[in-house]
């Protein structure tokens, strides 16, 4: 009985790793396909403002409040791509290099691309200077812990 018991946890356990991995997968592919998406409209919105700018240029036409408008909308358009790529570097498990914008594994401390040095968090430092080590080390030994031993 323990064997199938073991066996049905195992199933389980794998069956639950590859609901996860599953899920990152599409977590991954529809944050790619946000990217796409959006690259294409600012693309679109860089060729509107390109054709009002030369519409002004040529035709003398006032195009300065439509062209602002474009800008900022590109400049959200931007940010959300940044946005996209920080979540998706988030599932892969690495960085953006704030100077070239290139994924940078998290052990890696400079950029393969353009040598900036990543930022990395210092580890924290864990004060043990309270704990009684002695004490740790005789209820690892007797197999009772401080409470058990006073009742």
């Not at 049905?8 to 899920?23: F, I, W």
């Not at 519409?55 to 474009?70: K, P, V």
């Not at 209820?139 to 006073?150: A, M, Q, R």
Request: proline share 3%; aromatic share 8%; net charge negative.
């Amino acid at each position: 009985m323990a064997f199938f018991d073991g066996l049905q946890k195992s199933v389980t356990d794998a069956a639950a790793a590859a609901a996860k991995k599953t899920s990152e997968l599409t977590g991954i592919a529809r944050i790619k396909f946000n990217i796409r998406a959006e690259e294409a409209r600012l693309r679109s919105t860089f060729s509107k403002i390109g054709s009002l700018f030369y519409a002004s240029e040529r035709e003398g036409a006032d195009n300065a409040s439509e062209i602002a408008t474009l800008i900022m909308q590109a400049d959200k358009i931007k940010g959300d791509i940044a946005a996209y790529r920080e979540k998706l570097a988030e599932y892969r498990k690495t960085t953006i290099c704030p100077s070239c914008g290139t994924e940078v594994p998290k052990d890696v401390y400079f950029c393969p691309i353009c040598g900036l040095k990543q930022e990395r968090p210092e580890p924290e430092e864990n004060d043990d200077s309270d704990i009684d080590i002695d004490s740790v080390i005789d209820d690892t030994f007797d197999g009772e812990s401080k409470d058990d031993k006073e009742d």
